[in-house]
Each structure stands twice: as structure tokens, then as C-alpha cells.
């Protein structure tokens, strides 16, 4: 079954402790992405992969890494998580990097940082 | 002003209803757009693209107004399961791959 996986689902962290969300897909996409969604703000672009070794800041990248370095998977790394990164992240896959290729999302990892 | 905007409802109407949403966005360079649907805390899922002659899915009619610099859904015959919220993605020229999202407009359907 074609999928994008993230874990873990949910997250409850303390401020300072640097934590790693996983993110793997089996499409052989060449393009991933995080986001995070936020009530009220919607769903924005943290950091973007085009492929492997390849990746670029998304409107939202301070206090986030990511590394690219095998095609399936795109981790998202908080080195210093802080409170205000509570909130919803979703990793998403497509084809290709251009504009109508469908993006398939990850069930979403519910992050607390107290 | 925000680049996609939506009104974020809720759209609250009767099962067999005709109901219809808007997407503005701001960048008239604006080339793809897409309708997602997000059930609540779930992952957002691709609903439909938007196509310049617009396009019609089923009980889904999905239009672009460039001059207005809009596009809108239609779902016509409302079920119960069409309950979810619809996010608009559009992509602005120049090869950018930074999709901007609206913040959704929420549909709540009713018996």
C-alpha cells in the first residue's frame, strides 16, 4: 500500500531536549516536505526536499533541521524544541517537484513542548 | 494580506444541500490549485485539482476566476460523510515548490 509513515503519532517533550520525528514513504517520490498546522494559521511549509542530499528552507524553517539521505526518508530534527513548536506536523510526499503532481500527507504527529 | 484566504465557516447545512465555497488568492502570477479535504486530526488528502476550464468530479465542481483571482468548490447533493474541512492550495510561477494553504473552511452536514 502506497503510504507515508511519521512517528511517533503523539509527543509530549520538555523544553531543550532534542527529539527526532521519522518520516518514510514507498512511492519513490522524489519530493518531501514538512509542515506544521497550527489553529487559525493553516498549514505551513517548515523545510522541502527536491531529493536526495537536496533540501531548502519552507516559510516556517527557525528551530528545525532536516536531512535527506536516502530518497524514502526526510527526519525532522528539533535540536532545542521549545513551547512555541507545540503544534501539529505532517510530512507529505509527491512526484517530482512540479505544481500538479498530488501530495500525499502522513498520518500527522501531535507534538507538545512543555 | 494574507496570500490564500477562506472564509473558515462553519458552512452548517441539511444533508441533499447545494453549498459552495470560495478560495482568493492574492498573487495574480498564481499558476495550480488544488482542493484537499482534512477530516478532523487527520492527515489532508487531495479532493481535486483545479483546471483553468474548471472541472467537475462527481457531485464536485471545482472552478478558477482569474480575472477575480479566486476559485471555488461546489458540492452539490450533500452527504453526511462530505462533513470535513476543504483547504485550498495554490501555487504561485517560477517553479516555486512552496504550495501556500488557506486556512480552510469547515463543512459541517446535517441530517
Known amino acids: 500500500e502506497a503510504q507515508v509513515t511519521q512517528n511517533p503519532r503523539y509527543l509530549i517533550t520538555v523544553t531543550g531536549k532534542k527529539l527526532t520525528v521519522t518520516c518514510s514513504q514507498n512511492?519513490?517520490?522524489?519530493?518531501m516536505s514538512w509542515y506544521r498546522q497550527d489553529p487559525g494559521l493553516g498549514l505551513r511549509q517548515i523545510y522541502y526536499?527536491?531529493?536526495?542530499?537536496?533540501?531548502d528552507k519552507g516559510d516556517v524553517p527557525e528551530g528545525y533541521k532536516v536531512s535527506r539521505k536516502e530518497k524514502r526518508n526526510f527526519p525532522l530534527i528539533l535540536e532545542s524544541p521549545s513551547p512555541n513548536q507545540t503544534s501539529l506536523y505532517f510530512c507529505?510526499?509527491?512526484?517530482?517537484?512540479?505544481?500538479?503532481?498530488?501530495?500525499?500527507f502522513g498520518q500527522g504527529t501531535r507534538l507538545t513542548v512543555v | 494580506r494574507k496570500e490564500v484566504e477562506q472564509d473558515p465557516g462553519p458552512f452548517n447545512v441539511p444533508e441533499g444541500a447545494t453549498v459552495a465555497f470560495n478560495c482568493t488568492y492574492s498573487?495574480?502570477?498564481?499558476?495550480?490549485f488544488f482542493w484537499y479535504r482534512q477530516d478532523c486530526r487527520k492527515e489532508p488528502k487531495l479532493l481535486m485539482s483545479?483546471?483553468?476550464s474548471g472541472n467537475e468530479d462527481g457531485r464536485f465542481t471545482a472552478q478558477l476566476n482569474r480575472a477575480s483571482q479566486y476559485i471555488s468548490l461546489l458540492i452539490r447533493d450533500s452527504k453526511l460523510s462530505d462533513s470535513a474541512t476543504y483547504l485550498c492550495?495554490?501555487?504561485?510561477?517560477?517553479?516555486?515548490?512552496?504550495?501556500?494553504f488557506g486556512r480552510g473552511t469547515s463543512l459541517i452536514v446535517h441530517p
Open positions: 492550495v495554490v501555487f504561485a510561477s517560477g517553479g516555486s515548490y512552496i504550495p501556500t
Open positions: 507529505a510526499s509527491r512526484q517530482g517537484g512540479g505544481m500538479n503532481t498530488e501530495a500525499f
Open positions: 526536499s527536491m531529493n536526495v542530499e537536496v533540501t
Open positions: 512511492m519513490n517520490h522524489e519530493y
Open positions: 498573487n495574480s502570477a498564481s499558476q495550480s
Open positions: 483545479v483546471y483553468s
